[in-house]
């Protein structure tokens, strides 16, 4: 059988109705069906997203990064299972709120990424102090968003001047990545909304690079 593809699953936590949402946007036909491992909490349906009702979970922080694994189905596909963390960050009154508390960002900006293996850095960042992370001007590998999902470093993503779509299936269900960030692009409004779309449970923003003009940013749909 072939596998599904993980990254036509979308996941959105919603902390304050107490579920999660799980989309799907792929090749599957007929019913599919998605458990939270090590729970009793599953939902099954033709109609995408599916809700599952999460009435006690643990929420995912930089303190306390909990995750849970999604076990995804569909006849005529081996199973996929997709890591995600109950966790929401949005922007009210010009501060940052993680899980509905505001949050002061510590972050550290870095041009490039090394040699360093991807836990050491990310545990070096989160030794220092810091809870925030910045990568300027290139995309994160997987090894280092598992790193931060896993020790609870909250990231910020690069993404080209066209928001890239293949980009943002690949890494918005990481919990660690709270914050897109696009490049330069001839229409910023039109960027942004396309990368809304595609995700809109997260913080998008332009031009945070640039000095000319202000930084303009989305709000998530809460």
Not at 90 to 96: A, C, D, G, P
Not at 99 to 121: F, H, I, Q
């Amino acid at each position: 059988m072939p596998p599904l593809d993980p990254h036509a699953f979308y996941i959105q936590p919603d902390l304050r109705r107490k579920r999660v949402q799980i989309g799907l946007t792929s090749q599957a036909n007929g019913p599919f069906r998605v458990s939270i491992d090590r729970t009793t909490y599953a939902a099954e349906g033709l109609q995408s997203p599916l809700a599952i009702e999460m009435p006690e979970f643990t929420p995912w922080s930089p303190d306390a990064p909990h995750l849970y694994t999604a076990i995804c189905e569909c006849d005529g596909h081996e199973p996929v299972r997709i890591r995600f963390g109950m966790r929401e960050c949005t922007i009210k009154e010009n501060r940052v709120h993680f899980n509905n508390k505001a949050m002061t960002l510590r972050g550290v900006v870095l041009d490039s990424l090394d040699s360093v293996p991807a836990r050491e850095l990310v545990g070096k960042v989160k030794s220092a102090g810091f809870n925030f992370l910045r990568v300027r001007s290139t995309a994160i590998p997987d090894p280092f968003l598992d790193a931060a999902d896993e020790l609870g470093l909250l990231v910020c993503c690069e993404l080209d001047a066209t928001g890239s779509e293949a980009a943002l299936r690949e890494r918005r269900n990481h919990p660690s990545v709270v914050l897109w960030s696009i490049g330069e692009s001839p229409d910023i409004d039109a960027t942004l909304r396309h990368v809304h779309q595609i995700d809109p449970g997260r913080v998008v923003v332009s031009s945070l690079d640039t000095v000319e003009r202000a930084a303009r940013y989305m709000r998530p749909y809460q």
